[in-house]
């Protein structure tokens, strides 16, 4: 028996650098180079050394023990998991810290046409948005994110976006959200008008914004 776990101790001493390396996500294939078998990985999962996240995934299954962890293992998954996303409304409004409180889930914008099992995840919990090829990068950019990089709208496109979709808000998230703009230096009312256009909510834009001016 001491022997069994003096080994998986050592097995994990190679897997754990290279889940950092790879944002907190190995592939079936990945855990088989360290001479794993389909066995042996279903084994880790039932330890709770491994979480199967969705098929032919996996991430480390200890639980860390600060909150700052658990975000930054929940964070290296997502820009692991979805490179071609951008962090939209709850998420984008955490990370500009327009928002408070870490939202239940990570809200990712994607591209339409990609295939919605990428989504059908044990953890952490995701809402997809599906948007057209046309506008996902619109106001997107890459910010440090997990270790690593992920893309997420500018705060004009953001706040465009809320308003187009605040019936996904709660209200006072909203409401929060306009004034934490306001009271941004980095503000750019110009750009914020022409997001407008784009995502057709300019009236919403001048009555919920103007009135504040």
Not at 27 to 36: F, G
Not at 46 to 54: A, D, S
Request: with cysteine.
């Amino acid at each position: 028996m001491k022997k069994m776990e003096e080994r998986r101790r050592k097995l994990m001493e190679q897997i754990r650098p290279l889940m950092e390396e790879n944002r907190g996500i190995l592939k079936t294939t990945q855990l088989y180079e360290l001479d794993l078998d389909y066995r042996k990985i279903q084994r880790l999962v039932e330890l709770g050394l491994l979480i199967r996240v969705k098929n032919g995934y996996y991430s480390l299954g200890e639980e860390p023990q600060e909150e700052g962890e658990v975000q930054k293992r929940e964070e290296q998954m997502i820009a692991g998991l979805y490179p071609d996303g951008v962090l939209t409304l709850e998420s984008a409004l955490y990370y500009y810290h327009y928002l408070q409180e870490k939202p239940y889930c990570w809200h990712i914008a994607i591209d339409k046409n990609t295939s919605k099992s990428r989504f059908k995840l044990e953890y952490p919990l995701v809402e997809p948005h599906y948007t057209d090829k046309e506008s996902l990068y619109l106001g997107a950019a890459p910010v440090s994110f997990g270790g690593g990089s992920l893309k997420i709208y500018d705060r004009e496109r953001l706040i465009c976006d809320c308003m187009k979709f605040e019936d996904k808000l709660d209200r006072q998230v909203l409401q929060d959200a306009l004034k934490c703009y306001l009271r941004e230096p980095r503000k750019d009312i110009q750009k914020l008008m022409e997001y407008a256009r784009a995502r057709r909510v300019v009236q919403k834009v001048q009555t919920r914004i103007g009135a504040w001016l």
